[in-house]
């Protein structure tokens, strides 16, 4: 009985440290993933270079073993901790055989469905996402739409920051996978500046900026490739389809009263000292507009700016005259009733040409001045415009300076 009872016990140990075993060496095989560039260590992984603003992601994973080809991971919530590691659950095992691609987005349709990007006036989303071929790995597609609330309103510049990834041929392995992702969307900002000290500018509360005749919607295709870094391959890159007859017009919004006087600084960056730009503009929460990328002419005055499907911005301001210490205030642009208090804010009318790209901040930058800046019928504004282009990468640094 005793000599029994140690085989039984003697058993029982084998079992368990095999078991032990089998755990350990399947943890040591569990898919990691972190947003940097590159595989990059378990250590490592405690520190990723991913951008501190976009806390999560959505990754499929695609298991192909010589001719078939399953789904590993469907739509999997990656989400960086506390400590700064990328962590979901539950854990996921490297196949003993084969290769996996993975596929990363973040927003997904999931969360604009869920009001991520609504109106808070009017409680309406503002963008629809699809992306329903990501189940089977066979269409890897992705359609934006901008909502407005009826036909007789323009679109607000509210769609998502858009990110991607692509990590192809992905075998067993102890390092984290690295997912270098990129912005499918073009951001824009709008700057005024004032450089005139006897001149104050204001301009209208609720909606201040029109960009008109631009994309609403749009196709996006990820990658075939690895989207690794500062590659000049085109295949590691997204591109994005629109449709040619889409010509919507997108407003800006104030939070309240916007003036500059002079060089007065309206924002805490000393660097922008004179400026107003889009986080002061817009009544979001985000620091700037996301548009769909697109090329579209600008309007040429050969017509009515209505009429025809050139790109231009309307800028709705009131400019007026006040010298040192003079009581009276002349209005050069729109006026302002003080008996009924009533504000009048005119519109200049500014052609531009858009070439947006995917992953650049585009910065317009509006002054009075001499330039440009018309009527609605192409004439001279009464207060021209100084205007002027800033090309910056999302990342990379470095600006290019375009004057129009």
């Known amino acids: 009985m005793k000599r029994a009872l140690i085989i039984i016990l003697t058993t029982f140990a084998f079992v368990a440290c095999s078991k032990d075993d089998v755990v350990m060496e399947y943890r040591g095989e569990a898919i990691d ?10 250590a490592d992984a405690q520190k990723p270079t991913f951008t501190d603003n976009v806390p999560q992601f959505h990754v ?12 590993k991971m469907n739509d999997v919530l990656v989400e960086k901790t506390d400590e700064g590691v990328w962590e979901y659950s539950p854990k996921q095992y490297w196949p003993k055989e084969g290769v996996i691609d993975f596929v990363a987005i973040n927003p997904t349709k999931t969360e604009v469905e869920a009001g991520k990007y609504k109106d808070h006036r009017t409680n309406q989303n503002l963008v629809t996402l699809s992306h329903d071929g990501f ?27 858009l990110i991607y990834s692509v990590t192809e041929d992905q075998s067993r392995q102890s390092t984290a996978v690295g997912m270098h992702f990129r912005h499918a969307m073009a951001q824009v900002k709008c700057k005024v500046k004032n450089e005139n000290e006897d001149f104050l500018l204001e301009f209208r ?20 490739s690895t989207t690794v870094a500062d590659s000049n391959d085109s295949n590691t890159y997204g591109t994005w389809k629109v449709n040619d007859d889409d010509h919507a017009t997108f ?21 922008r000292e004179g400026y107003i730009d889009t986080g002061y503009f817009m009544d979001t929460s985000k620091p700037s507009a996301m548009f769909i990328p697109c090329s ?30 003079m009581a009276q205030r002349y209005y050069l642009l729109g006026d302002k009733d003080e008996a009924n208090n009533i504000d009048r804010y005119d519109p200049i009318y500014v052609p531009a040409t858009v070439n947006w790209q995917p992953g650049y901040c585009y910065t317009y930058c509006f002054a009075p001045g001499k330039g440009v800046g018309y009527t609605e019928t192409g004439e001279p504004s009464t ?21 129009l």
């Open 205 to 224: 509360p609720n909606c201040a900026v029109e960009i008109h005749n631009v994309k609403s919607t749009g196709m996006f295709t990820l990658p075939s």
């Open 33 to 42: 993933f972190n947003a940097s560039n590159g595989n990059i260590t378990r």
């Open 60 to 71: 499929w994973g695609y298991h192909i073993n010589g001719a078939s080809s399953s789904v």
């Open 296 to 325: 579209v002419p600008e309007w040429d005055r050969s017509k009515p700016a209505s009429q025809q499907n050139g790109a231009y911005f309307v800028v709705y301001c009131r400019v007026s005259y006040q010298r040192g210490t």
């Open 135 to 161: 189940a089977t790995n066979a269409d890897r597609k992705i359609t934006v739409t901008a909502q407005r609330k009826d036909a007789t309103m323009n679109y607000s510049p509210c769609l998502p920051d």
């Open 251 to 271: 407003d800006i919004f104030t939070k309240k009263n916007v003036s500059i006087n002079g060089f007065e600084n309206l924002t805490d960056d000393p660097d």
């Open 383 to 403: 207060v021209p415009l100084t205007f002027s282009l800033d090309v910056t990468p999302y990342t990379n640094g470095g600006t290019i300076t375009t004057p």
